[in-house]
């Protein structure tokens, strides 16, 4: 089988069935998987060759997604684990010329009073919770339940606490770990950026099982620049002080693609923007039971 990898793309191949060489567009693409062109998946339901081959396209993929998963997680935990004493100097807007980080701390203001002012009460998630530098201001609003998969960084958020005098649950937990009950409110801060594209309505879908109906939603992120392109491999490398690296799942989404993907995922009333240069925040609501009986 003739495979060629393009600078600017995944490898392409020859179509099983027909022969033709075909270029996918991106490495997730099914075809690569089935090793058949567009056209003949649109034909798979009247060829049985083309349907066993795009059975076996979608158990290939599958595979592939949770095996990546799996090294995203670990990729992760060993990233913010080494990280956890340097993790808050990324608030002070590193490496920037002084005019540069101006702007920078003008954006963090402006995220932070954003998320002051926001409705949100009650039982309150927040997940990759990290060294927890939005945790004191969500401990004010309600019952928080704080949760990271390190250890470290999640000494730090309860020194944090502490020196606030404020009182918080404390867990290890995945962020991607299926909710143990619905909550009247979920937050992630410098999470979404670490959800690959493919996975986004995934983890908006998993967003919506941790609300009860009425619930809020936020999250405050990276924002992508304007000449921002797609991270090759979904992956971004990451040096230490102490010259280590790691290569983490990165990809910073849109106000546009957030949107998309909490509406796709059966929010409602859903708000997505961007501050002057750094940052994407927003919200969305689980609709009210009269609400969806109206519907």
Not at 92 to 98: D, F, W, Y
Request: charged share 30%.
């Amino acid at each position: 089988m003739t495979e060629a990898r393009q600078a600017d793309g995944p490898a392409s191949f020859n179509c099983l069935w027909c022969g033709r060489p075909h270029q996918p567009r991106g490495s997730d693409d099914l075809e690569i998987y089935a090793r058949l062109c567009p056209d003949c998946v649109g034909r798979a339901q009247d060829n049985e060759f083309l349907r066993f081959r795009l059975r076996e396209g979608l158990r290939l993929r599958a595979e592939a997604s949770r095996a990546r998963h799996a090294d995203d997680n670990a990729a992760m935990r060993a990233y913010y684990s080494a990280r956890a004493d340097e993790y808050d100097e990324a608030y002070s807007g590193p490496g920037l010329a002084p005019l540069e980080r101006a702007v920078f701390q003008a954006d963090l203001d402006t995220v932070t009073l954003w998320l002051d002012r926001l409705p949100m009460g009650g039982e309150i998630v927040e997940l990759a919770a990290g060294t927890g530098w939005w945790s004191p201001l969500l401990a004010q609003k309600g019952e928080l339940w704080l949760y990271d998969v390190s250890e470290e960084v999640l000494e730090r958020a309860r020194r944090r606490l502490v020196a606030h005098g404020l009182r918080a649950h404390i867990h290890l937990r995945d962020a991607w770990a299926e909710p143990d009950r619905e909550v009247d409110g979920l937050f992630a801060g410098f999470w979404l950026s670490h959800v690959r594209g493919e996975r986004l309505a995934e983890f908006g879908a998993l967003a919506r099982r941790w609300l009860k109906p009425g619930g809020m939603f936020a999250f405050i992120d990276e924002a992508p620049g304007p000449d921002y392109t797609p991270i090759d491999d979904g992956l971004q490398l990451r040096r230490l002080s102490d010259g280590r690296q790691f290569s983490i799942p990165k990809a910073y989404h849109s106000p546009d693609e957030l949107l998309a993907s909490l509406r796709g995922a059966g929010f409602s009333e859903v708000e997505a923007s961007t501050t002057t240069r750094y940052f994407v925040h927003g919200q969305a609501r689980v609709a009210q039971a009269q609400d969806e009986e109206a519907r």
